[in-house]
């Protein structure tokens, strides 16, 4: 069994943006020489994700604009901010859009459907933070 | 290390609908040969989600009313239904339910408690659409 | 390849209850003597979850706040409790906060950025209940 590791680094400008990473990750499955496997994609912070969706302005717009609706930053809502963070809403945003992805690789390639696309999900940005990414296989 | 893949088809009559998976996955793990590993099932399509959880119609019916009262179906609503589509909501509730599962494999069953079955879960049918089984171990 | 498996028992004073498993998936790590490889770690349940986050007080009361005011407890307002069940809530509240996590396992170690805990989260508890955790790698 082969293993690999790879960690990717962002800064983003705004508070909530998401950054596809596709072709990093696909850069990073050719470095591991791995044909067939698992390819685990998770963000190394508890206030981002990293998720699969479609590379659509629109929908991340969507996205923003419901769970600004349903979790709302308002610092004043949330018991965390109490410990002098103003990202509360944050801890939730990244549960409800999900941790990580696993995604299979099949031929040395991610085995994606034709609009899956990997997306980084920061929801308190503004700071250095780091994705990983760790695949095992053959 | 072995590995396995399999694609299963689905073409629900519904927009939104929910399929016990489950003994096709125990088909697919048989069929691999595999004792001791992991199992991967995701759709191929992100308006999709495949989830663990119980197959009681009732609670069928209470996950629909949830995504629809919190994530209503209304295509006026999404910026993404600007390209065309009429799914905006679809993508919303996917990932809410989770794109992924991955599932123990041990003494070659799938490694379960006494009420887990795997789902696929529709928010945007009536065309064809796939999923991804993907098995690694020995 | 190795695979290892161990099984952790749960049972809870409270209904809903967030459980810092940290530890015990370590020590499960060190036991399996895997050095490389990916760790599930899952609820062997319909109505809990395993996840990642803060272990911060306050943050974990902000998630029972915002679960309930978005997926009340109420048992009249769900089909499921027609069974007898009054745990429908349970149900979403687990598919929200999502059921399972996979974890990179590099140099024999959980492969986590500085804040990551993972926690069993029970949303039907007072009964006793099992987390698997399974290893496999080299």
């Not at 809502?77 to 990580?100: F, P, S, W």
């Not at 390639?109 to 700071?127: A, K, M």
């Amino acid at each position: 069994m082969k293993s690999y590791r790879k960690e990717l680094w962002f800064h983003t400008k705004n508070r909530i943006e998401f950054i596809n990473i596709t072709h990093q990750v696909e850069e990073a499955l050719r470095d591991s020489g791995i044909k067939e496997g698992l390819c685990l994609v998770n963000p190394m912070h508890i206030t981002a994700s990293v998720f699969i969706n479609d590379d659509e302005r629109g929908l991340h717009e969507d996205y923003k604009k419901w769970l600004e609706e349903n979790i709302p930053h308002n610092p004043e809502l949330y018991k965390h901010n109490r410990t002098g963070e103003t990202n509360g809403d944050a801890h939730i945003k990244r549960q409800v859009m999900g941790r990580e992805v696993v995604v299979a690789v099949t031929d040395g390639e991610l085995d994606f459907g034709p609009w899956e696309q990997i997306f980084y999900g920061e929801f308190d940005g503004r700071r250095k933070k780091r994705v990983l990414i760790k695949i095992i296989g053959e």
